[in-house]
């Protein structure tokens, strides 16, 4: 009997064992961007779905085909030969592939080309194509094409042009037609066209007054001074203006908004009828923010709109919406009430209060609160004139997902559109009537689907992609909560087992962490959103955790501001509650327990090697923030104020102040030129070490950013597991 | 029986084991400059034994004693009170230590006082003390004084002042009356006082065409940049030429010397009556060298006075010596034959040729050469009016050691003064009559004494000092020879045992390596030069070689320059012939071989890794050249011609070429604003690793040059120690 139950069990092993080799194994070149095999793993997708009016348009290798929303019938609507052949005979590049076209005008069969054909258009039936002469021969960059008007506007150095006219002359140290205030507050560019082209409204960024940074570039015969304006936490920053263009009169003005010393202008939108632009301003606090109102032709301040005040900060990041069937109505988004919601404002009900002290009239007008809820509005799609409907993407089925819904305007009521699951992409027709829906959870690939947006009718399915995965030994993966250190907040946390699990066993784990505003690392996706990193060190046999702490994004304002004016602390103590999970799951060896975090988690990452230095004993910290007075004025002043106004939060948070705490293996990893977390913060955090007599250790990648990307990024993968192979396992 | 003998064993390991109990153990605070208890284990020293012509003077805490160099009788001079009270009285700081003041003046009572007093004079015998006015307020440097005349030089900025007036009145980028070229040549300074002190001769340095490369100061509130002049091998080099200031009559000349581009202008040197300067210039390549004479009042160029030509190279070193009793006559260094040696030139002798070609006229002269043999003259101490001999130090006994020789200047016979071992720091008396010899060996902890230079008469012991190291558990330290690659030249090493050596073990070993020209670490003093490193790592179990390889100093030109163009080739080799002899010893562990060094040593490190990657499993390298084309022009191209010139030898010795070798573990520390070896060195190396994907390790100390000191050196030697026994232990 015993001898069966011997057999039995070999049988058995070896079975296992043949499952488990039938199953693949993976390399870093497999899981990390760069690697050499990193596109085999990569889910299935269609590249290129846009709309051209309620037509789909999808592209494919050597053609381009439209798609009927309704049926799904797919016909050619025109090849990449014959366009090419047009455009050689019109002197242009050809095109190589059809997925960046662009498809502007639904009244028209044409089709804008991008900036490698120089904008040229072409038009598939007639066969002919528009050149433009109005490109310059120099490099340019910025551009923005107004495709009602065709004007074109792009700045060459650090002026501004419209159409081959050069519109601003200013020295080096002033810069138009570029994003401003280091892309905070949503800002992404300079360039603003009116809704009709008449007018182009742009960002005139005085620098000359804010101090160089001295980054070093030394790839070249000697070493090159190549100096960064670069505006520190409590130092004098840039000074911002808005600029607007006439091209047909050749004229320019400027917003009257006073001295924009130590003020942030945001969100820059224009009314439809071109008459007026709307500023959302913030004093340099970041606590009171005020949405101005401009003529756009004499630049006169005509009105305060509304404004909003808040103890710790105000944090605009988008710009106005108006209704399409109504000019006088606008949607302004705002966290007023904790969440981002949409606010409904008419400004035919508006009514002037000439204001008692200095500055413009205000202007009172009723607003209607449209959405409402423990979640957040994510983005506006568009609208459905017929409806009226407005489309977005929310978080109202968990803080996890991103789906699309329809919101009835004057009820607030939702209706979600597509899968329940998810973090959904979406791009909405131009009659509102459909979207392209591509998505992907932790249990679905990816799908890519044509939905009626008034869901009736089950769509056009176009893609439902397997994962290839799936042919791998992957780790379990699990998604869980845990109270935060508050004793009342959920917080979301994932899991990743080592790769042949063994329950008996005891692992080391490695808690990846980035712990800042405006990211979240766990979502409804492939993974739960778990790196690829995370699943070679779980087939190395760690253990890897990572908690979304208070602070993090999508989980509303007092979630996120918890941890204003002491960063790190609140956060710290958040990680902490997933190592006692750790300690808890009875696999983990308390005594090899590592953590790696990238920028806000460099910060983490060294706090968390300081602060509790006998529970984690080796760590990676990349691109740190070691101390915030040498981070910049936006982002760290929001949620630090300034050095001046706030010593004791800069202290505490100042890494340097506790080198000598250092106990474990900490590798700090930066690149050489870095100009988001300038060098100077972990140059100054081994200065600090050294002279506390602790151990750090430390690595650069020359001419890298903040971020390493392609081989680099597989190299320095390479390092970091290595380093916990040394001291960790 | 054999429970008796088992007691015997017992009893044996107990005494054995309290012995070594008494001895005690060194920590790394004891061992390395900068330690905690460093200074305990340093030996016993006399500071600011001088002389005051044939007197000897010794200073103490609180006075000053005189001592007879016959009878060792000590007098008081005068007491630090008396002086004090003077100084205080004349309004001049205190002085709080006797051990830095001189006594040039043997026919006066006077005492001249340091920069911190303003270099006031005090009369021992009259207490007078005199002050001088014409210092300035601001900040200034590079103090020549002379003691005949009184005249003062020095400099405010990148200015000249002579006696509180301006000299030069140049740009930024023009310096006068500072070292030149880098410090080569055996420069150390730019202000050269006539002998009289009549007339200043002084350097001036254009150096605006010189690239800068750029340093960068983090320790600021926002890091900011320090612009370097860094002349790169191949590379745009600065100008220097040679003025004259009369303080008399207020003008300055300067000499004509031509073009001053691609030159160097070295050893300047008075004739005793100050109607000329002497100056031996090179040319770019280095393989020529002129000695020139100047008319000192109108800059005239008077005539060649003697030319060397070598195909590798020519480096002068050492000014002319123009002997005390008869003004005709120099003695000029040369290791034209070899050997650094004197050569005996009698301008009284000498008979103009003019030359045909332009240039000036040429002085033929017949010379004499005074010292030979396969032994090099280190230092002329100086001359004995009476007896015409030449006092010297020299090699003559052993290339390990340095001993004071009496040379008869006819016959070049040589006569040893003081004992026959050891590395000897000698002062000579003024009359030449005695010498202050103060000498180390491998076994003589250190002994001062007064000798007469007639080897009559056995002198007067003033210390014979104890090893304050022998209450320690030491390793044993053996000096050897081995037979350089090339089969046939002797090769010097020295060899640390583990402490407490067990045969019957297999060791790790670590080679500590130099390498470059210029240096010796193997010479006849304690312990015959093993650092308190190489001690520290014997304690820990290591065994530590050292080997002067072909290249290196005091062996003579053919030993230093095999290495011409191929820097690193053949002292590789020679390294190698030491990890043979490790292989030898039977009680190192094949496979675990490790190698460290810093500058030249850190160059060998990186490339001993890379080219012979299966012997070195763990390197350390500190402030390293990686590529010569990054290293100054002066050193780089003596030894390795131009980059131009020399392509092939060029692309051998960079080391980011072979990057992709690194197998082993080696890390690379610098200091982070090191002037000398550039940091661009090592980030080169980095990026080149990165590319190659190979994984070195890295380190900087911020705000550090090309070597760490105080605190930094013990955390770096704690830094590098950590790493041999993580990789190697």
């Known amino acids: 009997m015993k001898r069966i139950l011997n057999l039995l069990v070999i049988l058995f092993m070896t079975v296992s064992t043949i499952m488990a080799q039938e199953k693949k194994s993976f390399t870093l070149e497999d899981l990390m961007p760069g690697g050499n095999t990193y596109f085999n793993l990569q889910v299935e997708n269609l590249y290129g779905l846009t709309w051209w009016g309620d037509v789909c348009i999808?592209?494919?290798?050597?053609?381009?085909?439209?798609l009927n929303p309704k049926t799904g019938k797919e016909t050619v609507l025109f090849t990449l030969e014959d366009m090419n052949k047009a455009l050689e005979a019109a002197g242009i590049n050809k095109v190589r592939a059809l997925y960046t076209?662009?498809?502007?005008?639904?009244?028209?069969?044409?089709?804008?080309?991008?900036?490698?054909?120089?904008?040229?258009?072409?038009?598939?039936?007639?066969?002919a194509?528009?050149?433009?002469?109005?490109?310059?021969?120099e490099p340019y960059d910025n551009v923005s094409l107004n495709s009602v008007s065709g004007h074109i506007a792009y700045t060459v150095g650090n002026n501004l042009y419209v159409n081959g006219r050069r519109v601003t002359n200013e020295p080096e140290g002033v810069l138009c037609g570029q994003s401003v205030h280091r892309n905070e507050f949503g800002i992404n560019g300079g360039i603003f066209w009116s809704p009709k082209g008449n007018l182009v409204a742009f960002y005139r960024m005085d620098q000359s007054?804010?101090?160089?940074?001295?980054?070093?570039n030394t790839s070249t015969r000697i070493a090159t001074l190549e100096p960064d304006k670069y505006p520190m936490a409590g130092m004098t920053s840039h000074k911002v203006t808005i600029g607007v263009y006439n091209p047909s009169t050749n004229e320019t003005i400027y917003l009257k908004a006073g001295d924009p010393t130590d003020r942030y202008f945001t969100n820059v939108s224009w009314s439809p009828d071109e008459k007026n632009i709307y500023v959302i301003e913030l004093n340099r606090d970041q606590n009171h923010s005020q949405l101005m109102r401009y003529n756009a032709v004499t630049g006169a301040q005509e009105a305060l709109v509304y404004e909003e005040k808040h103890d710790k900060y105000v944090e605009p990041q988008h710009p106005l919406t108006f209704l399409p069937w109504d000019e006088h109505k606008f949607i302004y988004q705002s966290q007023q009430d904790g969440y981002n919601h949409l606010y409904l404002f008419d400004l035919a009900q508006g009514m002037m209060h000439p204001i008692e002290t200095e500055g413009p009239d205000k202007l009172f007008i009723p607003q209607t609160?449209?959405?409402?809820?423990?979640?957040?509005?994510?983005?506006i799609?568009?609208?459905?004139?017929?409806?009226?409907?407005?489309?977005?993407?929310?978080?109202?089925?968990?803080?996890?997902?991103?789906?699309a819904f329809a919101v009835n305007i004057k009820t607030g009521k939702t209706r979600l559109i597509g899968a329940g699951e998810g973090v959904h992409h979406v791009q909405l027709s131009e009659s509102g009537k459909y979207v392209i829906d591509n998505y992907t959870s932790h249990s679905v690939a990816r799908e890519v689907n044509i939905l009626p947006t008034s869901g009736k009718g089950k769509g056009v399915n176009l893609l439902s992609a397997t994962n290839p995965m799936e042919a791998y030994n992957m780790p379990e993966i699990t998604l869980g909560t845990l109270k935060a250190a508050d004793g009342k907040t959920d917080l979301y946390y994932r899991l990743v087992k080592p790769v042949n699990f063994d329950a008996n066993k005891k692992y080391p784990a490695v808690i990846y962490v980035y712990g800042g505003p405006h990211a979240q690392l766990i979502t409804d996706v492939r993974n739960y959103g778990a790196g690829g990193w995370d699943i070679y060190m779980a087939q190395l046999g760690y253990v890897m955790l990572t908690v979304d702490n208070r602070g993090s994004a999508n989980r509303g304002l007092e979630f996120e501001n918890c941890t204003h004016r002491q960063l790190g602390t609140e956060e710290m103590k958040d990680q902490m509650q997933g190592v006692e999970l750790l300690k808890s799951l009875g696999f983990v060896d308390e005594n090899r327990i590592g953590v790696h975090g990238w920028s806000f988690g460099g910060f983490m990452t060294t706090n968390l090697m300081l602060t509790y230095n006998d529970t984690f004993k080796v760590g990676v910290a990349g691109g740190p923030v070691i101390d915030w007075k040498l981070y910049e004025v936006m982002y760290g002043e929001r949620y630090m104020d300034t050095p001046q106004a706030n010593p004791e939060g800069y202290k505490k948070a100042d890494l340097t102040q506790r080198a000598g705490d250092l106990k474990g293996r900490l590798q700090v990893i930066i690149g050489a030129n870095d100009p988001v977390c300038v060098p100077q913060h972990s140059i100054s955090f081994l200065r600090a070490c050294i002279n506390a007599g602790t151990q750090p250790d430390y690595f650069i990648y020359p001419g890298d950013g903040h971020n390493m990307f392609g081989r680099d990024r597989v190299h320095l993968y390479t390092r970091i597991t290595r380093y916990f192979e040394d001291y960790l396992k």
Do not use: C, H
Not at 101 to 127: C, H, I, M
Not at 129 to 137: A, F, I, M, S, Y
Not at 382 to 403: A, H
């Open 369 to 379: 609160q449209i959405t409402k809820g423990e979640w957040i509005v994510k983005d």
């Open 129 to 137: 194509v528009k050149t433009r002469d109005d490109l310059p021969k």
């Open 209 to 216: 007054m804010v101090t160089d940074y001295p980054q070093v």
């Open 58 to 66: 999808k592209p494919e290798m050597d053609k381009v085909m439209t």
């Open 381 to 403: 799609l568009g609208f459905n004139n017929k409806t009226k409907e407005i489309y977005i993407m929310s978080t109202e089925l968990s803080p996890l997902q991103s789906n």
């Open 101 to 127: 076209l662009s498809y502007p005008w639904s009244d028209k069969t044409e089709v804008q080309l991008p900036k490698s054909q120089r904008f040229a258009v072409y038009n598939w039936k007639t066969g």
